[in-house]
């Protein structure tokens, strides 16, 4: 089994839904990650939670929301989903402690492939 | 602030021939960089790091990465290209700002032909 678990793996929907990415995962991390991936932009972060009481805005949180509802679990939302949020989307974890404190290694999930028509 | 550019949007090389894929990071200290790879249909793995000592570091598959300060580059490298190598490239580059925040570049798609 996958150590970071992100569900739904593909979603379609349309203009105007909520719609809510989950991730949970096995590691034992306390930092996670959301991340947004599209042709030629990389991966840009969206909200990021450094423990379950900490969240933090990313580069483009405009149009999200995140719930950090345990340690091992981090959901994103998107309360209104419109066509320009069609992307694929990650999540990932980090360890604080030993030696993911010195470099900082993410750990990312599969991906959730979300179109909005 | 920091940033990653890798130049090259996609490469193709044939098998067995060396590669090198290209990365340019701006940061005002010592920065924190990596190389991920994203095969199709998955998320990303971490091929290589660095983060002090060696500036030629080794990483999994293969593949080695030189940190050259005087040219801000981490360019990654491997001698000879299996046709399992084609994926998506992602040079990126860590700070210890506020957290531990790490930015990506645009990615490089390697394709390997036979």
């Known amino acids: 089994d996958a150590d970071v678990t992100q569900t739904p793996r593909n979603r379609i929907t349309k203009t105007g839904k909520r719609i809510m990415l989950e991730c949970s995962q096995t590691k034992g991390h306390d930092r996670m990650y959301w991340y947004r991936q599209d042709p030629g932009l990389g991966l840009r972060l969206i909200y990021y939670?450094?423990?379950?009481?900490?969240?933090n805005k990313g580069e483009i949180s405009d149009g999200y929301s995140v719930s950090r509802q345990a340690q091992a679990k981090f959901s994103l939302s998107l309360e209104s989903a419109i066509p320009n949020q069609t992307a694929l989307y990650f999540c990932?974890?980090?360890?604080?402690?030993?030696?993911?404190?010195?470099?900082?290694?993410?750990?990312f999930g599969e991906g959730s492939r979300l179109t909005v028509l | 602030a920091q940033s990653v550019t890798q130049p090259d949007i996609h490469i193709t090389v044939s098998e067995g021939a060396s590669l090198e894929l290209r990365c340019n990071y701006s940061?005002?200290?010592?920065?924190?960089l990596f190389w991920y790879v994203q095969s199709p249909g998955q998320g990303l793995q971490l091929l290589l790091k660095?983060?002090?000592?060696?500036?030629l570091v080794q990483g999994i598959k293969g593949f080695e990465a030189e940190f050259k300060r005087s040219q801000s580059s981490f360019n990654l490298r491997k001698p000879s290209v299996h046709w399992s190598d084609a994926a998506e490239y992602f040079c990126?580059?860590?700070?210890?700002?506020?957290?531990?925040?790490?930015?990506f570049g645009a990615g490089t798609r390697l394709f390997v032909k036979a």
């Open positions: 660095y983060f002090s000592g060696d500036t």
């Open positions: 939670s450094f423990d379950v009481k900490d969240i």
């Open positions: 990932a974890t980090s360890d604080s402690r030993g030696q993911g404190a010195i470099t900082g290694e993410l750990f």
């Open positions: 990126a580059v860590g700070a210890r700002t506020g957290g531990f925040k790490t930015i």
């Open positions: 940061y005002g200290a010592t920065p924190y």
